[in-house]
């Protein structure tokens, strides 16, 4: 009876819809297999088969319905042409430039990413990483864990650190009026700041001003805040005249993309004191960091973390598990993707 129980549990699982997965996600390792489980789908999990992927993908090409994915994997023309059943595609992410939307428009596939579950974990860190560059706190940690007798340190030494900056008052530019980036102008407000933006288009509901050049708008700030996602027409968008026009008082802070910014350009910039500071998520060759930044006090890096809270990873959980529950159910998507920054 036992048995035949448990054949019935197996012959059920079999019968459920199949998600592929590329690779595991963070997820697994920090709370386990199944904190992405759900009795309505079953994981199919690539990376442990002996097959390459090609012809993994070509033998499950009938059976999987939906594609999880996470890890970095991306979603490729080539990956949906191989997998013709494959209707919907999640992303743990809130951005989407490791999946071909195109393609995935082209041949009816609907996408779905995190939504707005990090935008408040991501501003916290965008604004804690300017406090940081203006007011030396990392550099200021680390020349207090190098004293190995710090009473005997010369008076003074400390203002070899430079003097730091106040926030309050700053002329902030935002990069992406989004989710994060309003967050973002939310909390700076608090601090007194003075919050301009540049976006797609202008925002009706949004009183702060807007330019719709990402150079006029740097030319009016002190600090830039990039918030926006990566497309082909933001690579590459902070470039050399735009460090130029922020100038050398001048601090970037990037949570969005990398590529967004001229990480060449910016290096330059940062050595040869063209700008002022910067605090860095993202970089352009993740997970390669320019060895240049390493060696400056006014620099403070970030290993593409600004998500990594236990409430943000629990949240989104969740959310994947109701997003894939959903599509199996002919049920709305609780973030069916929308074209907006």
Not at 265 to 279: D, F, M, N, P, Y
Request: aromatic share 6%; hydrophobic share 40%; with cysteine.
């Amino acid at each position: 009876m036992e048995a035949g129980r448990g054949h019935g549990k197996e012959k059920e699982s079999q019968d459920l819809p199949r998600v592929l997965l590329f690779k595991p996600p963070p997820d697994f390792h920090l709370f386990g297999d199944e904190c992405f489980s759900s009795n309505k789908f079953k994981f199919l999990k690539a990376w442990e088969s002996p097959l390459p992927l090609d012809q993994f993908l070509k033998t499950h090409a009938q059976s999987v319905e939906a594609i999880l994915s996470s890890g970095g994997a991306p979603v490729t023309a080539e990956t949906l042409r191989l997998m013709p059943a494959v209707r919907l595609v999640v992303t743990t992410s809130a951005g989407l430039n490791h999946i071909d939307i195109a393609e995935c428009r082209r041949r009816g596939i609907t996408v779905a990413n995190a939504g707005n579950v990090f935008s408040e974990d991501v501003a916290d860190l965008a604004v804690g990483l300017l406090i940081d560059v203006l007011r030396n706190i990392s550099a200021s940690d680390r020349f207090v864990k190098q004293w190995l007798r710090p009473r005997q340190a010369a008076e003074g030494d400390c203002y070899s650190l430079g003097i730091g900056s106040k926030l309050g008052g700053k002329r902030v530019g935002i990069v992406g009026l989004g989710s994060i980036g309003s967050l973002v102008a939310k909390r700076l407000d608090a601090f007194g700041c003075s919050i301009s933006y540049n976006s797609r288009t202008k925002k009706p509901s949004v009183s702060y001003p807007f330019y719709s050049n990402v150079c006029e708008l740097a030319a009016n700030c002190d600090i830039l805040i990039i918030c926006c996602g990566l497309t082909a027409e933001t690579h590459h968008m902070i470039n050399k005249q735009v460090l130029s026009a922020l100038g050398k008082e001048g601090v970037v802070i990037n949570i969005g993309r990398g590529p967004i910014i001229d990480e060449q350009e910016l290096v330059r910039c940062l050595v040869q004191g063209e700008i002022k500071g910067a605090g860095l998520d993202v970089f352009e060759n993740e997970p390669d960091v320019p060895k240049e930044l390493l060696a400056l006090d006014n620099v403070v890096l970030s290993p593409h973390c600004a998500v990594f809270t236990w409430e943000t990873f629990k949240d989104r959980q969740k959310l994947v598990v109701e997003n894939l529950e959903a599509f199996f159910s002919n049920e709305p998507l609780l973030t069916k993707v929308v074209d907006n920054d």
